[in-house]
């Protein structure tokens, strides 16, 4: 949440800033800003509302310099406004500050100030930076941001400039993402390296408690509590700024849909063979105690969540052990039954959000093994796991999960075969589950290619104000992950139930006309499932029918969606594609942009 970037170097700075801002947009959109150097001059432009409106603004504004920061915001303390922008300044205009995250204790510095006579222009928790920096200089910029960092408690990336000494930023880390990229005659920083890729493909990363000093010639880390300096590793990026891009597309998001039979091979290679044999190299560190665990919890939040629910079906199926899935939010804060014998899975796309980082930290308290399924390398979940296993799904830059999902899908698969087969577990039909998995590339690239039943289908629901998901077993699972993603780019709200359950209260809503993605692709409950399709079309339900039965016709459905048929562990990863191109074309459809829907951001680093 909130995108943060800063250069310093020889170019003109303002362009970079923006261009900056344009990659980290998807962190936060309710407003964006800059500070740029000048002269001995600090100058900030900000405006409510995206980028867009931001890069308007400086076309009429003088922005010369060449070292500046900027911030595009998703609005935590205060509504998004011009003044609740970033950067902030202090009263004498002499320091300009950008911060990601949360100041906890802001309310109590914030009062403090007032006292002392400093006068607030935002409501933001932010501004107290600013203020604080103008009360404690000492005469040394980097001393005083330290000094100042020490009284914060909370979350931050922060940043900051001084006309005291021109050509320098300041960063500061505590659990919201810091990248600092690292180039001849020019440095950058930034909350990910979508931001930083174009200018140099060596980075460091801060950790937490750590600061950077950044010149045009130099760029520095060092210990928050002691002041000392450390010495980083500097890491290389492996994927090319193309990725990163729309590649003809009109969105990310459908981008991201297109490319997942890509993404299918990136997440299998090297991972999984022909015979059903697996490799998973990434666990050896931890393999004993994975072949001893009692239970695994699938922790997550979100689509990733979602994802967890469908590997607890496989797992448990599979290995017949105790799988628990929960939403990160509640788990770490619930005292769950989590002991050493246990195992604990976190899935994040970002690595960065924030409840799922505290679950991590729950288990290494209660000395339980963590495994990571991440995307984003080098991100702060990746980091402190035991062991990660990576999607290399690349960037995601839609704020709606798609191939990432896909990706999680298919590593908790192979993490189940990985299981049986160091747990002695017999899979009967593992060269059946294994040829499955290894011929989704060639099947997703097929339903991709059919999506003019799917741009019909947007059009039905359309003007619906409610429409509901109804599957059984897994299919209930990826149900789930269909409502959540027309919800959160169409607007309509959207539900999933249990099919079983919808006679204990859900059916009431269900009158003339309104849609009923009903998934049946759970061969062992279809005459459930079908008898449950009945009783919602008895009530005029709109039928629309996701079904792997080649057979189908249009006798039970309004609207037929049919995919291959394959395993039914692998299923989702296909039945979830209509239903991320149904959510994508309903809120074209109705005028939305799907890669920003409004209200949310990717990255959710605040709890
Ligand atoms: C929905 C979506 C979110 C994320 C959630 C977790 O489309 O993208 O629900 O899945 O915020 O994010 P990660 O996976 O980065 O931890």
Redesign the pocket.
């Given at each position: 949440m909130c995108g943060i970037v800063g250069y310093t170097g020889k170019k003109q700075v303002d362009q970079i800033l923006l261009d900056g801002l344009k990659t980290l947009e998807y962190r936060g959109y309710d407003s964006a800003g800059i500070a740029v150097l000048d002269n001995n001059k600090i100058k900030i432009i900000k405006k409510e509302g995206r980028v867009d409106r931001l890069i308007e603004e400086t076309k009429i504004s003088d922005t010369t310099g060449t070292c500046g920061i900027a911030h595009t915001r998703w609005a935590t303390h205060g509504k998004p406004s011009d003044e609740n922008s970033h950067p902030h300044f202090n009263h004498s205009k002499n320091f300009a500050v950008i911060h990601n995250g949360i100041i906890e204790n802001y309310q109590s510095i914030k009062a403090s100030l007032i006292d002392d006579g400093y006068i607030f222009s935002s409501e933001t928790d932010s501004e107290v930076v600013a203020h604080l920096l103008e009360r404690d200089f000492d005469g040394d910029l980097f001393n005083t941001v330290r000094n100042v960092a020490m009284q914060l408690e909370g979350a931050y990336a922060i940043a900051v400039v001084s006309t005291h000494e021109p050509d320098k930023i300041i960063a500061v880390r505590q659990e919201t993402p810091m990248i600092i990229g690292v180039s001849q005659g020019e440095n950058i920083l930034a909350s990910d390296l979508s931001a930083i890729v174009n200018h140099t493909n060596t980075f460091y990363r801060l950790d937490n408690g750590e600061m950077a000093v950044l010149t045009p010639s130099d760029t520095t880390a060092y210990n928050l509590d002691t002041g000392k300096r450390i010495v980083k590793e500097m890491l290389t990026i492996d994927w090319d700024i193309s990725q990163a891009k729309r590649g003809g597309y009109d969105h990310f998001m459908r981008k991201e849909i297109a490319e997942q039979h890509e993404v299918i091979e990136n997440a299998l290679r090297g991972r999984l063979f022909d015979d059903g044999q697996v490799r998973l190299t990434e666990l050896e560190n931890i393999k004993d105690k994975l072949i001893n665990a009692r239970r695994i919890h699938l922790i997550?939040?979100?689509?990733?969540y979602h994802a967890g629910l469908v590997g607890k079906y496989i797992i448990e199926d599979l290995l017949r052990i105790s799988v628990e899935t929960d939403v990160a939010s509640e788990y770490r804060y619930r005292n769950p039954i989590l002991t050493e014998e246990d195992v604990l899975v976190v899935?994040?796309?970002?690595?960065?959000?924030a409840d799922?980082l505290a679950a991590l930290r729950l288990a290494k308290e209660r000395n339980a093994p963590v495994i990571g399924i991440v995307n984003s390398v080098n991100s702060s979940i990746a980091v402190e796991c035991d062991s990660v296993i990576y999607l290399n799904a690349g960037p995601e830059i839609g704020?709606?999960?798609t191939k990432?999902y896909i990706s999680q899908l298919l590593v908790l698969n192979i993490l189940a075969l990985y299981l049986a087969s160091i747990r002695d577990v017999k899979v009967e039909d593992i060269t059946e589950i294994a040829k499955d998995l290894l011929s989704l590339n060639s099947l997703a690239k097929k339903l991709l290619s059919e999506d003019v039943v799917i741009k019909e289908i947007a059009e039905h629901i359309k003007d619906h104000n409610s429409c509901f998901f109804i599957g059984r077993l897994i299919d209930s699972a990826v149900a789930l992950e269909g409502a959540?993603?027309l919800k959160?780019i169409s607007y309509i709200h959207a539900e999933a139930k249990e099919a079983g359950e919808l006679k204990h209260g859900t059916l009431a809503l269900v009158e003339k006309g309104t849609p009923i993605v009903s998934l049946m692709t759970e061969v062992s409950v279809s005459d459930k499932m079908y008898s449950n399709i009945m009783e919602v079309k008895a009530r005029g339900g709109h039928i629309i029918l996701l079904t792997n039965d080649q057979e189908a016709t249009s006798e039970l459905a309004d609207d037929l969606i049919v995919i291959p048929k394959i395993h039914r562990y692998v299923t989702p990863v296909l039945s979830v594609i209509p239903l991320q191109l149904l959510s994508y074309y309903t809120a074209i459809i109705r005028g939305n942009d799907p890669d920003k829907p409004r209200n949310l951001a990717?990255?959710?680093t605040v709890e």
């Open positions: 997550a939040c979100g689509t990733s899935i994040s796309q970002s690595g960065e959000t799922t704020v709606a999960s990432a959540l993603k959160e990717k990255s959710v």
